[in-house]
Every structure is written in C-alpha cells, then in structure tokens.
C-alpha cells in the first residue's frame, strides 16, 4: 500500500545546530507539503512542492528550506535551531483532481 | 484570500447522540471542502470532501457533512456518536493553486 513516512519521529536537537527532517511518499505525487502544528495555531504551512526542483515558500517558511530532486522525497532543513521551533511537523502529499491530502505521522521536535 | 472558521474550541457529546462539528468558509469562486480527523499522536486523516454535486457528503466512519452554500457552511455530522470518535477534527478549504487552508480544528469529546 502506498504511504507517507516521516523520520525521525522524535527528535531534540540544540539552538543553533541544523537538523533535517525526512519525508518520503510513494503516492507517486506531485504535491507535497510541510506543516507544523503548535497549540492555539493549528496548522501552518511551512513550505510546499509542486514537482521536482520547484520549491516555494509557505505562510511560515522563516529559518526553514526544503529541496526536492526526486518526487518521492522533500526533507525539511532548519538552518540554525531555534526553541521556537520546538513543534510537530507533518508532511503531506495530494494529487489533482482530488487534492484531498495525505499526512505522514509527523516528528516531534524540542529545541532546547 | 480563502479563510476556514470552526467557531467551537470543543464539542460535547453524550455516546449515541447525534453530533455536529461546525465550519463555515470564505472563498472566491466555487469552494472545496474538507474534513479531516486527527488521533492523539498521529497525523491528520482524510474523511470526506466537497468539489459539487450533492450537498450532502458521505464519507469515512458514518461521518457526512452538509454543505450550504447560502450559509457558507460545511458542518460534520454524525447521526450516533462513538467513545472512538473523540479527537480533533479539521475543517479544510482549497486555497491558491493545490494548498489547503485548514480551520483551527474542534475537540470532540465523547462521553460514555
């Protein structure tokens, strides 16, 4: 069956260092998405693919970067770690005409 | 720009009522709508959507939502509610190009 699959699934890292965080769809979709979910915000668009190679910027993309050169994966960079940053991120994928999202498992990630 | 409102922060439900989980919408042109659940620790998890045709939408668990395009409203419904549907229910419009714009989300909790 197809899937989305985040790693690691929990992560605590320290303020300054980069940390990257893998998401791997074998939907065979051309959209991708990363969120991150804090209390009393809901869920907030980081950044978003539509292919490889094309990457853009979400409502919070900020110390964030993404790459995609396959359409399988679209790991998430943070560049220098802030506690700010201490969040769950999920990844998803769609694909028209439904465009119905599909979420991998998320990571938790603390910043300390 | 495409907004989601879900004016309940929780809902209350004895087990076997009915229960309703509301959303209203603004959007430019004709809306897509979706509801989405997430389980403590998991990711979100499609249940239904909205493109046209029937107002009324079946989907995933027993769960239906109603869209009125007159109220601009897209409310989730199920006729008898379970201890198992206790979680965190999204609603969701497509926004620009293929993104979705999510609702703050409403606990649902129900009571045995």
């Known amino acids: 069956d197809a899937e989305i699959t985040q790693s690691p699934r929990h992560k605590i890292t320290e303020t300054g260092r980069q940390v990257t965080l893998a998401c791997h769809q074998t939907?065979?979709?051309?959209?991708m998405f990363w969120y991150r979910q804090d209390l009393g915000h809901g869920l907030r668009l980081i950044h978003y693919?539509?292919?490889?190679?094309?990457?853009n910027k979400g409502e919070v993309s900020d110390g964030y970067s993404v790459s995609r050169s396959n359409t399988e994966d679209l790991p998430l960079t943070l560049e220098s770690a802030a506690s700010s940053q201490t969040s769950v991120y999920f990844c998803?994928?769609?694909?028209?005409?439904?465009?119905?999202?599909?979420f991998g498992p998320g990571t938790r990630l603390t910043v300390l | 720009a495409q907004s989601v409102a879900q004016p309940e922060d929780q809902v209350n439900v004895a087990e076997g009522n009915p229960l309703t989980v509301k959303c209203t919408y603004s959007?430019?042109?004709?809306?897509?709508l979706f509801w989405y659940v997430q389980y403590p620790n998991r990711g979100l998890q499609f249940l239904l959507k909205?493109?046209?045709?029937?107002?009324l939408v079946k989907g995933s668990y027993g769960f239906e939502a109603e869209f009125n395009k007159s109220q601009t409203s897209f409310h989730l419904k199920k006729p008898s509610a379970l201890v198992s549907d206790s979680a965190l229910y999204f609603c969701?419009?497509?926004?620009?190009?293929?993104?979705?714009?999510f609702g703050g989300g409403t606990r649902l909790m129900v009571k045995p």
């Open positions: 939907w065979n979709h051309n959209n």
């Open positions: 998803a994928s769609s694909e028209p005409p439904g465009d119905e999202q599909f």
């Open positions: 909205y493109i046209t045709g029937d107002n």
């Open positions: 959007v430019s042109g004709n809306p897509y």
């Open positions: 969701a419009v497509k926004s620009a190009g293929n993104m979705l714009t």
């Open positions: 693919s539509y292919g490889v190679q094309d990457t």
